[in-house]
């Protein structure tokens, strides 16, 4: 079983329409999550943090961290075509604090 | 300049030949990550520093590659040797200080093996 766990996709939605990107991890003891988006042939642009429990709002994104079910996703509302790109998700489980990445979710977004 | 700065952003080199790329962190940032990417993956730890000293390197570092970050400022990542499964996107982050574990990544160094 991978670390972590993403849905490869594509997803597709559209304009305007709510994107939802789901994300497991498997070690218990991870302490924290990322949100990082990666346009194609660029490096990874941070979203989103969280490190409790519940949702946690910025704008039109929105994550949501689960420790017992060991589920974090990432809402996006309004999706814009700019938001087409690949959503990684990324844990840190250790104190060297090195992010353990999921393969990425390619979510594209149709005007 | 704010950010994370990476050179070069792309090399082209045959098989068996070295390279050496260039990371230089956001000032003052204490860590400095070094991350590999191979297509359709996710960004795969290599090595990491706390200031000057290596703290952790992952076992995808082989013998064939050296990392080193002298006066705790820049880094330089060598691969020496290389291999057509060296081709990769490697990343750069930074971060201010162990704890602070939000992680700023620079462009990105390309490399193609032939």
């Known amino acids: 079983q991978k670390e972590v766990e993403q849905n490869s996709g594509p997803l597709s939605v559209p304009e305007g329409a709510i994107a939802s990107l789901n994300c497991t991890y498997s070690d218990r003891g991870s302490q924290s999550f990322f949100w990082y988006r990666q346009y194609s042939g660029k490096s990874p642009e941070l979203i989103m943090s969280i490190y409790s429990n519940g949702d946690k709002e910025d704008g039109r994104f929105t994550a949501q961290l689960n420790k017992a079910s060991q589920y974090v996703s990432l809402l996006i509302r309004d999706s814009q075509p700019s938001d087409s790109a690949t959503y990684l998700c990324?844990?840190?489980?250790?104190?060297?604090?090195?992010?353990?990445f999921g393969k990425g979710t390619k979510l594209s977004v149709k005007p | 300049d704010t950010g994370v700065s990476q050179d070069p952003r792309h090399k082209i080199t045959k098989r068996g030949q070295n390279v050496t790329f260039r990371c230089d962190p956001i000032?003052?940032?204490?860590?400095l990550y070094w991350y590999r990417q191979t297509l359709g993956q996710g960004p795969e730890f290599l090595t990491y520093f706390q200031n000057e000293a290596q703290l952790e390197k992952s076992r995808l570092l082989s013998d064939r590659f050296s990392a080193e970050r002298p006066k705790g400022s820049f880094s330089t990542l060598e691969i020496q040797r290389t291999e057509q499964g060296d081709s990769a996107m490697y990343l750069c982050?930074?971060?201010?200080?162990?704890?602070?574990?939000?992680?700023?990544f620079g462009p990105g160094t390309r490399l193609l093996v032939l």
């Open positions: 000032s003052e940032h204490n860590r």
């Open positions: 990324a844990v840190i489980k250790g104190s060297q604090g090195n992010l353990i």
């Open positions: 982050a930074s971060t201010p200080w162990a704890g602070q574990e939000t992680q700023y």
